[in-house]
């Protein structure tokens, strides 16, 4: 219903404890201790809605789409938009890394007009979050911090026919840095070199130790983070760098019980 508290986190919770318990969830009146974090939850709320209110108000750029006060204005939420929401949408997650408790979930902006989970369920370009794992590659390979890598411009065939050549973010190139140089400014270019050096299926692999189910085809375009991702699995992999190398499983319970307790 709308107007719970974390609505998209307790759903998370119910389709887990559906998933060990099966009908015996609604059938005995169980008791479940989550990991939210009450006001975690309500900053998270508030700063996913302040982000989207001001890309909406053009403080972005212009912002060409309906709005989602303009979608409430024209009567549309009573049919709900599910997956394919019309206007603009976010997720949010924040874990523990020690432990890898969910203090915070945002799937979406209005879980009554869209019960899909942004968070768990869409699968998202992660773009240059994706490149620490092309460099933990790289260091686990041996290649040092202080290793020297081109940021230059590349032109590599595609199966098309056509060639792809990547830019950075300024469009501009700076020539020979160190990789640590190149992570910090995060280079597109420096990113590209780097995994084609340790190879596009040794990155897949990294990729699957840091927990991230879905496909990474072999291209060095996933270098820079083309491969779509579950949001919450590349949140939780990010808990292997806090860790110092071990990663923690997200998780929402912390116990369950019954009425005998």
């Known amino acids: 219903e709308s107007g719970e508290i974390a609505p998209y986190f307790a759903e998370w919770v119910r389709q887990t404890l559906h998933e060990r318990f099966g009908d015996r969830l609604y059938e005995q009146g169980l008791k479940v201790y989550t990991t939210l974090d009450l006001d975690m939850q309500a900053a998270a709320e508030r700063a996913v809605e302040g982000q989207l209110r001001a890309i909406e108000g053009g403080g972005f750029g212009t912002f060409r789409h309906l709005t989602y006060e303009q979608y409430i204005a024209r009567g549309d939420r009573d049919q709900g938009s599910g997956a394919e929401s019309p206007y603009l949408q976010a ?15 945002v799937g979406g902006r209005d879980y009554y007009d869209s019960q899909f989970n942004r968070a768990t369920q869409a699968m998202r370009q992660p773009g240059s979050t994706f490149k620490p794992i092309v460099y933990a590659t790289a260091v686990q390979q041996g290649l040092s911090p202080s290793t020297i890598i081109d940021d230059t411009p590349i032109s590599l065939p595609q199966l098309d ?34 995994g084609m050096m340790v190879g596009e299926n040794n990155v897949i692999e990294m990729a699957r130790k840091f927990g991230l189910t879905t496909p990474v085809p072999p291209y060095p375009s996933i270098h ?13 992999g990010y808990t292997t760098f806090a860790n110092l190398g071990t990663r923690t499983k997200p998780n929402a319970i912390l116990r369950v019980e019954d009425s005998e307790g």
């Open 91 to 105: 997720a949010f997650v924040a874990i523990d890394p020690h432990d890898g408790s969910v203090r915070a979930m």
């Open 161 to 194: 026919g056509t060639e792809w050549t990547p830019e950075n973010y300024d469009l501009e190139f700076r020539g020979p840095m160190t990789m640590r140089e190149g992570l910090y400014e995060s280079r597109n270019l420096v990113a590209i070199r780097v």
């Open 224 to 236: 820079i983070g083309s491969a779509e991702v579950y949001p919450l699995e590349l949140i939780a």
